[in-house]
């Protein structure tokens, strides 16, 4: 989501300081408008902007990645943002819902999160993550940390069975 915006915006910024941006996921331009514009839009970049399509290897490929972009313009909590975290890469996103709450931790920031009125910033935030590798690794391991507290399968399950039995619970009592 918001691959246009960052093609249109972020991706020629990026092109000139040689730094390579790769989209995973289904991508069919000849079956879908949106990914044939972000194709004609990428096409003056050349090399620079790749479409891999779609992976089963998610994982890897995150790992690979100096950090991970979120663009979206309206969005919850985004699975990719808890994959890049967990993967131990940082994030630079867009301020959407959860964003700032999950990169943003006092103490242990996970990744940078800007307006998306201002590309610049987004910019210049993923350039600097490119030629700090150190401070890529410190963001990406802070979220690894975020994210095996929060999303740990266990911790995960227990929220939802609480949910579930309280709405058990209320359910009875209402007489349903």
């Not at 691959?3 to 000139?16: D, E, G, H, S, V």
């Not at 999160?113 to 030629?131: G, K, N, T, W, Y």
Request: a negative charge; charged letters at 20%.
């Amino acid at each position: 989501k918001g691959q246009l915006y960052f093609l249109q915006n972020i991706a020629p910024i990026l092109a000139k300081c040689g730094i390579r941006a790769v989209f995973c996921g289904d991508f069919d331009p000849t079956e879908n408008a949106y990914a044939a514009e972000c194709l004609r839009v990428a096409e003056p970049l050349g090399g620079w902007v790749e479409f891999l399509g779609y992976s089963k290897d998610m994982p890897n490929l995150i790992r690979q990645a100096s950090c991970v972009c979120v663009c979206s313009a309206h969005e919850g909590l985004m699975r990719t943002m808890i994959e890049a975290m967990a993967a131990g890469r940082p994030v630079v996103s867009t301020d959407v819902a959860s964003a700032r709450e999950m990169l943003e931790q006092p103490g242990r920031p996970a990744g940078r999160v800007h307006s998306r009125s201002d590309p610049q910033a987004f910019a210049r935030s993923i350039i600097e993550l490119c030629d700090n590798p150190p401070l890529a690794d410190e963001l990406g391991g802070n979220g690894a940390a975020i994210a095996r507290e929060l999303f740990a399968a266990e911790r995960v399950i227990a929220a939802y069975e609480g949910c579930y039995v309280e709405l058990a619970a209320a359910g009875a009592s209402a007489g349903a």
